[in-house]
């Protein structure tokens, strides 16, 4: 009996998709990564997952572990030979239970991340972990990403929501790490070591989740300023003044809003005078004095960030300001920004870098870059948009945005690479949010110490020693490292 067979006593045989079906699981959403594999497994528990990593690991069969499927960086690439099962946990979707007092969820990791923030809006609480593709990423792949998203600046990584988690390691056993304390000493940190491994090291099949109070009131609003140095001056204002309650801040330059607008035709600029430098924020007031409306109806923290740019406007810190007064405005304002992948293919695909550096560096970031990238190649266009509150750039050059054109592979890796001297000469790191995957395994070679990738590499065949789980990923190969 083959290993398909066997697996499929498992699951059941409708549990093993094979042909036409597997098309969903075997292309990337850029459609730049798309593989061949041996089958698409969809096992209903973390029992079903480690007898079926125990039959791979013995026949030395190569594992591909897959969420929703959203990720940006070819982390789930299953390569050309079919020989490769890719791991769905599509079917372990259960919210196994939620307690509002404890402020925590326990979820099996085929959740989908909006089906979370639904389930626990009914106790008033939110899991503060939102970006574009939180519709259909799984909180598996959330938790082996390490993804970030819009509200880092106030809650944290994934890794930073987590209390535990239990895995199924590449040779079958179960780890149970289901850990609900906030202060466990006992040992290494297997949970962060899982986390963030991309599902090389292991397959995440659950995690207890940290809960947070809902905002009392949300104050939404988009402002055009000077200059991008004017950006950090206010945020920490703003922070100040509302006990440290700024949940977004996004930086969207002059590029972006054209883009948006010439992609789009529902998508119109915010200020009547377009804005060199636009900043959407959102602040989420918890305090009762700052949502319960006033006799006129007014909302407190709103009228409080009103007062502020108002005060901004006429020192000349801010040049305009909309203020979101209902929840459709507040979605626009939103929708700006999470169109931001759409918006990047606008005119051919890019060189697109997700990229770090410390938040006092972005604008002499951007400024050394921009120069950089025009005087390598003077037809090329640029296109930004940033999680400004922590330092993370979404960066993006368009090589020839007349024609679509991508470019020569040797153009696009010089302008890569120019990139990446740019952060590191700031101290910054060329892998914000989006992983390794198989996209940055260059930069993984030219740019990580490489003591510490040997350092990886010993964990890797110490916990995988047929090197089964998602190979070719994160960790470059040694060939690499010596070209």
């Known amino acids: 009996m083959n290993a398909i067979e066997n697996i499929e006593k498992i699951v059941g045989i409708e549990n093993v998709l094979t042909g036409e079906r597997l098309d969903q699981y075997e292309v990337d959403p850029s459609g730049k990564y798309k593989g ?6 969809r096992p209903k528990n ?5 007898e079926i990593v125990k039959i791979a690991n013995s026949r030395k069969i190569p594992i591909v572990p897959q969420g929703g499927n959203t990720g940006l960086a070819g982390g789930c690439y299953v390569g050309e030979k079919k020989d490769t099962i890719i791991l769905s946990l599509e079917r372990m979707n259960k919210i196994k239970e939620i307690r509002g007092d404890g402020r925590i969820a326990i979820v099996e990791g085929g959740v989908v991340l909006s089906k979370l923030h639904e389930a626990v809006a009914e106790y008033d609480l939110i899991f503060p972990l939102f970006f574009g593709a939180r519709g259909s990423a799984m909180i598996g792949g959330n938790l082996a990403t390490n993804a ?19 895995a199924v390691m590449p040779t079958g056993e179960i780890v149970d790490l289901m850990s609900e304390l906030h202060k466990d000493n006992s040992g290494y940190n297997l949970k962060h070591l899982l986390i963030g491994a991309e599902g090389t090291l292991g397959i995440i099949t659950a995690a207890v989740l940290k809960l947070f109070p809902k905002p009392k009131a949300y ?26 309650c700024v949940e977004a801040f996004e930086y969207m330059p002059e590029e972006y809003f054209n883009a948006l607008c010439e992609r789009f035709d529902d998508m119109r600029q915010p200020f009547s005078t377009p804005a060199k430098h636009g900043i959407f924020l959102e602040i989420g007031a918890m305090a009762e004095e700052d949502a319960s409306p006033d006799a006129t109806g007014n909302i407190p923290i709103e009228l409080k960030v009103e007062e502020l740019f108002s005060e901004w406007l006429q020192a000349g810190k801010i040049l305009d300001a909309v203020i979101c007064k209902s929840e459709s405005q507040r979605s626009e304002m939103w929708d700006r920004r999470e169109r931001a992948y759409e918006v990047g293919l606008l005119k051919g695909v890019p060189v697109a870098c997700d990229i770090s550096v410390a938040v006092d560096k972005v604008d002499d970031f951007l400024t050394k870059v921009k120069k950089r990238v025009y005087t390598l190649n003077p037809s090329s266009e640029t296109l930004t948009v940033s999680h400004l509150g922590d330092g993370n750039l979404h960066f993006s050059v368009w090589m020839n945005p007349e024609t679509k054109e991508m470019g020569s592979l040797h153009d696009r890796e010089q302008i890569t690479e120019m990139i990446e001297e740019t952060v590191l000469e700031l101290g910054g790191s060329f892998s914000a949010e989006h992983g390794i995957g198989l996209a940055k395994l260059p930069s993984m070679s030219r740019r990580k110490d490489p003591n510490a990738i040997a350092v990886m590499r010993m964990i890797k065949s110490a916990l995988d020693p047929n090197h089964i789980m998602n190979p070719g990923k994160v960790i470059p190969d040694e060939n690499l490292l010596k070209t």
């Open 36 to 41: 061949s594999s041996l089958a698409v497994v």
């Open 46 to 50: 973390t029992e079903q997952v480690s």
């Open 148 to 166: 970030g998203g819009s509200n880092v600046l106030r809650y944290g990584n994934t890794r930073d929501l987590v209390l535990g988690i239990e």
């Open 219 to 244: 104050a939404t609003a988009t402002i055009s300023i000077p200059s991008l140095k004017d950006s950090l001056p206010i945020l920490n204002e703003l922070n100040k003044a509302t006990n440290n």
